[in-house]
Every structure is written in C-alpha cells, then in structure tokens.
C-alpha cells in the first residue's frame, strides 16, 4: 500500500512559479512510476505529466516548456516545477503511482492516488 500527500499547492499571479511535491509512503518507492494530473472545476481529470523509475519523463502539449517533473528517491517524493503559468492551469493537481515502473498518460493505469493539491492562477 502506497499513500501519497501532495503540498505546494497555492495562489500565484500569472507568469508566476509554483513547485508541488507529492511524499509518498511504504517501500519501493523508485520502483514506481508517477503522474501528475489535474482537474479543473468542471471538465474532467487530465493528464499533465509522468516520470517512469528509470526518469523517462513526458508532458501534456500544454505545459512542455513550461513544467518540469523529478524524483528524489532518496526522500521519496516526485516534484513538479511549473513556470509561466496561465490561468488556464487553473485546477486541483493530484499526484499517482503506478506499480511496475512505467509511465502512462492514461489515469486508469494508476493504482494509487493523493488528495490533491489546488492551484489557482489569477490573471
């Protein structure tokens, strides 16, 4: 069993920073791969970004460039940077792990998932 608790979430003004961090307890952390989704008010949950156990990383369109995703193993926890944000990226970011090891941009292929963590972008 995986928990995972993701922080960093708040307010910023557009063209602004934020990094979100998501701790994720038990074991064999770095033999998991994470995601990072969002959903805003309603539309429904997407994809924004993934890291596999071996750092392959991938993005939505919308945030390459702009959003950065790492691993510390070491502290088990995967972050994601994001610059220049857009009102647009507007949402509660949720955080997910997936046994086995690989990526997928696909929610239903994570097994375990955070709270969330709002993010709002004022224009």
């Known amino acids: 069993q995986v928990q995972l608790v993701e922080s960093g979430g708040g307010l910023v003004q557009a063209g602004g920073s934020l990094r979100l961090s998501c701790l994720a307890s038990g074991r064999a952390f770095s033999s998991y791969g994470m995601g990072w989704f969002r959903q805003a008010p309603g539309k429904e949950r997407e994809f924004v970004s993934a890291?596999?156990?071996?750092?392959?990383?991938y993005y939505t369109d919308s945030v390459k460039g702009r959003f950065t995703i790492s691993r510390d193993n070491a502290k088990n926890t995967v972050y994601l940077q994001m610059n220049s944000l857009k009102p647009e990226d507007t949402a509660n970011y949720y955080c997910?792990?997936?046994?086995?090891?690989?990526?997928?941009?696909?929610?239903?292929?994570?097994?375990?998932w955070g709270q969330g963590t709002q993010v709002t972008v004022s224009s």
């Open positions: 890291i596999s156990w071996n750092d392959n990383t």
């Open positions: 997910a792990a997936r046994s086995g090891g690989g990526s997928s941009r696909f929610d239903r292929m994570y097994d375990y």
